[in-house]
């Protein structure tokens, strides 16, 4: 047992403490979580949206979903290549295929130029690619337009939060306070109240002054190159019409071989977190006209360039060095191992990372940051009980990585002394108790 | 001798008078069922932490135990051991591990084992919860519906799906050793378990972890509900004694 290991073991507690003190960030986030993930839970079983529950629709398209899924990742490097022929040939897009999140945040600062502001949509991706960070250091203002990322802009929240609604753990009340403090406005606190003001002092700006927007995508269509972008909110449709220049930064995984394809993961997505999207793009190429005698001009009225940033970074690797975490690959991303977990359940926002909740925040932590980070970040309150496995629509298996990483952990010395006593006395005395 | 009562370590440490019930009942109905003292522990709680290649000398060592005792077929009244003994001594091991592992309750549920038995209860329509245990739903050969057997098989005991039941059961928060380290975890999902009961009268679980943690919550909690260990639920009920009492 090395000293940074008790040191690790000593700080995971710590965070516990101050989950368990009234009033803390991660008190107030822990609280929430404990509703929203248990109301999260009950909906699957239930039928007001549909005919059928959001369980019943995974079960039905559980199966051919996996399928899809391992026919792209056994075809990886296929259908990428068709992907990013079909999007610069026939769709107009600039397309780049980032081997590492270091080129791909490269890339995207060239491409960027000379703008100081980016404006952008909710993007677990662009976290996960670095972009934020790269953005940070060079002192590019980034502009949240999903409403509860735009909230924990407000806020300056720092710790993680649940990616589906980055922002709901802030109450109306906490907002009305926080925005008359920054903006001087007072505001009832009501959520209508609130969104009306945003209304009426963003949307003009989201209209009329993004010069340089950034999204990820829900899924993209290999046989045609098509960028498919769910949302509610529109904040995603003026983005990527009310632009000048559109940026897709996401990993290679987001790609899926045909176009019914992408529309079955984006049903999913919405079902299987009970909610529908209002607005579903499907992104072909920047705006264009041939109204003037058949000549095809790039620009009309939405977007003049469509700029496709695929990344690599850990994926083909995952693959072919049959790394411990490559079942990862398979991710819809629909967040459901999010409060599926128990301990995520338990522990709010202390077990995670900055690149999300739960195991596939502390995973992507591992994958990034290393063995420590994951340690720090929870790694040992996973107890392994594969809820994860048993409600993700395509059955990636985060207990399982998570175990991995805990040997790996144990291995470099960081693995909590009170398991490291069971263990020495399960291999010497072949008893954990005597 | 061929037949092993496996305990486990943590029922033999903690549940004295359990253990005792499982071995009356295992041994009423085959009695060459036979427990030996002081046997190896399975290593479940190391399984998390531990390299393979060390983890595999254990599992060697288990093995070779089995071997020397001519051990064939082994019932195990430990959510883990089974867990253990069937996902990944067979990964290990391969053929070479050949012993015949039982969970309790896949043994109980045997048609001539019920038969048998001949479970009744006396008292009115007595409503139970079971607790899905992580360890015997995500085992290589689940064990789901073997209670489900057992239950519906006794007149007047109605059993209840909790909210969450099957595979899509809530952990208790005792699983990978995290008891050991961050009790909190079942703090809350512990508690949630009892919530998601509607209206059963008692929890059974065949899981000595999930009982360690689950009565502490219904202790802490001041929770009227009882948690019943299915080896203590069975024997009450072949003696005529109120199994919920």
Redesign the interface.
């Known amino acids: 047992m090395s000293d940074k290991g008790k040191e690790l073991y000593n700080k995971v507690k710590s965070k516990i403490d101050t989950t368990q003190k009234e009033g803390t960030l991660e008190n107030k986030f822990g609280m929430f979580w404990k509703l929203a993930s248990n109301m999260k839970f009950r909906q699957h079983e239930l039928r007001y949206l549909y005919e059928d529950s959001s369980r019943e629709f995974v079960e039905k398209y559980r199966d051919q979903l996996i399928a899809m899924k391992e026919e792209f990742i056994q075809n990886m490097d296929f259908y990428v290549e068709k992907c990013i022929k079909v999007m610069q040939e026939a769709n107009n897009m600039t397309v780049y295929l980032a081997k590492t999140n270091e080129e791909a945040q490269d890339i995207f600062m060239k491409e960027i130029g000379e703008t100081k502001v980016i404006y952008k949509s909710k993007s677990n991706e662009a976290k996960d690619i670095g972009i934020i960070d790269v953005l940070k250091k060079n002192n590019i203002k980034i502009k949240e337009t999903d409403l509860g990322d735009v909230l924990v802009q407000l806020f300056d929240y720092k710790l993680p939060s649940f990616g589906i609604g980055p922002g709901a753990h802030f109450t109306r009340e906490d907002i009305v306070a926080k925005i008359k403090e920054v903006h001087g406005v007072e505001l009832e606190p009501k959520a209508s109240a609130i969104v009306k003001f945003y209304r009426e002092t963003y949307r003009k700006e989201l209209l009329n002054d993004v010069k340089v927007s950034l999204t990820s995508a829900n899924v993209i269509s290999a046989e045609d190159g098509t960028i498919l972008l769910g949302e509610n909110e529109g904040n995603i449709s003026l983005l990527t019409r009310a632009t000048e220049k559109h940026i897709v930064v996401c990993g290679i995984t987001k790609i899926v071989p045909t176009i019914l394809d992408a529309v079955l993961v984006a049903k999913l997505q919405t079902r299987i977190n009970n909610v529908s999207f209002s607005y579903i793009s499907l992104i072909a190429g920047p705006s264009n006209t041939s109204d003037v005698q058949g000549e095809r001009v790039l620009g009309m009225y939405g977007a003049k360039e469509v700029v496709v940033i695929l990344v690599d970074d850990w994926r083909t690797k995952a693959l072919k060095k049959d790394k411990i975490y490559k079942d990862l690959l398979k991710c819809v991303g629909c967040r459901t191992c999010n409060y599926a977990c128990t301990a995520s359940r338990a522990f709010g926002n202390i077990f995670a990372s900055k690149y999300g909740l739960g195991a596939d925040g502390i995973i992507r932590d591992y994958i990034h940051n290393g063995i420590e980070a994951a340690v720090k970040d929870g790694l040992f309150l996973c107890t392994g009980c594969e809820n994860c496995r048993h409600w993700c629509p395509v059955s990636v298996n985060l207990g399982e990585i998570m175990k991995s990483i805990k040997k790996e952990a144990t291995k470099a010395g960081l693995c909590p002394p009170p398991l490291m006593e069971y263990q020495q006395k399960i291999l010497k005395e072949k008893n954990p108790f005597k | 001798m061929s037949k092993l009562i496996y305990l486990g370590?943590?029922s033999t440490?903690l549940y004295d008078s359990t253990c005792k019930n499982a071995i009356k009942i295992i041994q009423f109905l085959d009695s060459e069922y036979q427990v030996i003292e002081?046997p190896?522990?399975c290593?479940s709680?190391?399984?998390?932490?531990?390299?393979?290649d060390?983890m595999k000398k254990?599992v060697e060592?288990v093995n070779d135990w089995f071997k020397a005792n001519k051990i064939t077929e082994l019932v195990t009244i430990c959510a883990g051991c089974y867990s253990y003994f069937t996902r990944y001594y067979k990964e290990f091991l391969d053929s070479e591990f050949t012993v015949k592992i039982q969970h309790f309750l896949q043994f109980l549920a045997e048609p001539e084992n019920l038969h048998k038995l001949n479970l009744k209860y006396s008292g009115n329509n007595l409503k139970v919860n079971y607790h899905d245990a992580?360890h015997l739903r995500?085992s290589s050969v689940p064990v789901i519906e073997e209670p489900r057997i057992i239950l519906n098989s006794i007149d007047n005991i109605e059993l209840i799906e909790s909210?969450?039941n099957k595979?899509?059961s809530?952990?208790c928060?005792?699983?990978?050793?995290?008891y050991?380290?961050?009790k909190?975890?079942?703090?809350?999902?512990a508690k949630?378990i009892f919530d998601n009961m509607k209206k059963g009268k008692a929890l059974l679980t065949a899981c000595p972890f999930c009982y360690t943690a689950l009565n502490r919550i219904r202790d802490e909690n001041n929770i009227k509900k009882p948690v019943i260990k299915f080896e203590d639920f069975i024997v009450k009920l072949i003696e005529g004694v109120d199994p919920i009492s």
């Open positions: 370590c943590l440490r002081d190896p522990c290593g709680l190391a399984f998390n932490m531990t390299s393979d060390v254990h060592f992580c995500n909210v969450y595979t899509k809530i952990c928060g005792a699983g990978g050793g995290v050991s380290i961050f909190e975890n079942s703090d809350y999902n949630t």
